[in-house]
């Protein structure tokens, strides 16, 4: 089977590549399951130097490998390498940190030594986005390889040829054949590398209907895995929010990537008595964005990634539209591609999809409150739970607030976002595990107890 990659913001082809044959999977998890033993007993300090040689090599083509994914995916220069620059950042802090990270712990006990000790469980199946096609790879890729295990990776269709440019990068740096694998096949094909005895555990970042067949396979086979699924962030203003700085993170969050960003702050649920002031300053701030060449240093919004994605989401604000949602800003797509402007609804109320469902794109929803206790209600009344920030004046308010929140991430005064010394996931159906940090590199081990008597 062909399949097709389109340029987001010309509606060009820009390559085509076939689908893998059975054969092919075969192989490559042949590779893989012949190179875990060899890689799990080289020592931390082996593997945290091709850590290093990996980030070293990610900087030297950061170049190459934005123009890549900005033709793929549609992401702006500047944006994609930033993206560059935190994979390095984080194959260097594993290889840092993983000592502390992976050392025996003593644990007191009756017997002459106790202690828990970390061990690699083998081959996992990484089933990955297209909205971050670098960054969602290494935050679970970085761990993995440095705890010893080996990976396979299932990318989004959209993006095959970065997931070749991530295989060739480690094969520059040296990573052994085998430790990892580039897997292009369809979600069918998927189930079936799932299933197979060969992989051990599975990671997602994705859909929630994704997370739903993916953890469903997974579970029947019995593996771990872990799910970093959908958002719809409360971005919570309180009335004696600081404006200027509120109002810039709320561009920041809502419209970088062109809002395609699980994280990304999507309600804005603001106490009345700033609302007016903050909505008219947010409305004068989005229209300034430009959408164009995302390889136009002028361009400050990006197109979306496909086409289909801009169609779903013009439908869901019409829909929202049609229930009594009051159009601010934008909300008509571009004539370009898969352009779709800078956008925001206000009135926006439960039973619309503006309210009930993510909007993985540039449409920000306004929900008015009365007071700060209406604002954790609303903040917390979603099926989501990745992420919420609170703006105010007051730190130690904005922290009782965020201590509220129910997500997995809560920020005060600032935007949300990941950073590879924090964990990072959801709660509700945005899914289950964390990456990152400590707990990302003790995801995909075993966990286990030695006690010597």
């Not at 986005?129 to 890729?141: A, D, G, K, M």
């Not at 929630?208 to 719809?232: D, I, P």
């Not at 954790?376 to 965020?402: C, I, K, M, Q, Y």
Request: aromatic share 6%; hydrophobic share 45%; with cysteine.
């Amino acid at each position: 089977m062909t399949v097709e990659t389109i340029n987001p913001a010309t509606g060009k082809v820009e390559y085509r590549h076939e689908l893998m044959t059975a054969a092919q999977v075969d192989a490559v998890l042949g590779a893989a399951q012949a190179a875990f033993p060899a890689w799990s007993q080289r020592s931390l300090a082996e593997r945290g130097g091709m850590l290093r040689a990996i980030g070293a090599e990610l900087r030297r083509r950061r170049e190459d490998l934005q123009r890549t994914m900005s033709a793929e995916m549609g992401k702006l220069r500047k944006e994609a390498l930033a993206e560059i620059d935190k994979c390095a950042d984080a194959c260097d802090y594993y290889a840092a940190h993983a000592d502390g990270y992976l050392a025996d712990q003593a644990i007191a006990t009756e017997a002459q030594r106790s202690y828990v000790r970390y061990e690699p469980l083998g081959c996992v199946l990484a089933v990955m986005p297209w909205n971050f096609p670098f960054w969602q790879v290494f935050r679970f890729l970085a761990p993995a390889l440095m705890a010893g295990n080996v990976a396979v990776l299932k990318h989004a269709s959209n993006v095959p040829r970065c997931a070749d440019l991530i295989g060739q990068v480690l094969d520059a740096a040296g990573l052994p054949a085998g430790v990892f694998g580039v897997l292009h096949i369809d979600n069918e094909q998927a189930a079936g590398v799932i299933r197979d005895a060969r992989v051990v555990a599975v990671t997602l970042t994705g859909s929630e209907r994704a997370g739903r067949s993916v953890a469903g396979n997974a579970g029947q086979q019995l593996k771990k895995c872990v799910m970093e699924l959908g958002g719809s962030d409360a971005f919570v203003v309180l009335e004696d929010a600081d404006l200027d700085k509120t109002v810039a993170g709320a561009v920041a969050s809502r419209f970088g990537n062109a809002g395609q960003t699980c994280i990304a702050a999507k309600r804005f649920i603001v106490v009345e008595g700033i609302a007016d002031a903050f909505v008219q300053r947010f409305v004068q701030a989005a229209a300034k964005l430009r959408l164009g060449d995302p390889q136009d240093e002028g361009t400050t919004l990006a197109p979306m990634a496909r086409q289909d994605l801009r169609d779903e989401l013009h439908k869901q604000v019409r829909d929202s539209i049609s229930a009594g949602a009051t159009v601010l800003l934008g909300c008509t797509p571009d004539d370009s591609h898969a352009g779709y402007p800078a956008s925001i609804l206000d009135g926006v109320q439960p039973g619309m999809p503006a309210y009930d469902e993510e909007l993985f794109g540039p449409v920000a929803s306004i929900l008015r409150v009365a007071d700060e206790a209406e604002a954790v209600r609303v903040a917390n009344d979603t099926t989501f739970g990745l992420g919420g920030s609170v703006w105010t004046g007051d730190a130690t308010r904005g922290e009782r607030v965020a201590r509220q929140l129910q997500v997995g991430a809560a920020f005060v005064n600032t935007i949300v976002r990941s950073d590879v010394r924090l964990p990072f996931g959801g709660t509700k159906r945005s899914g289950f595990g964390r990456e990152l940090a400590d707990h990302g590199i003790h995801e995909f081990m075993n966990i286990k107890s030695v006690y010597v008597a």
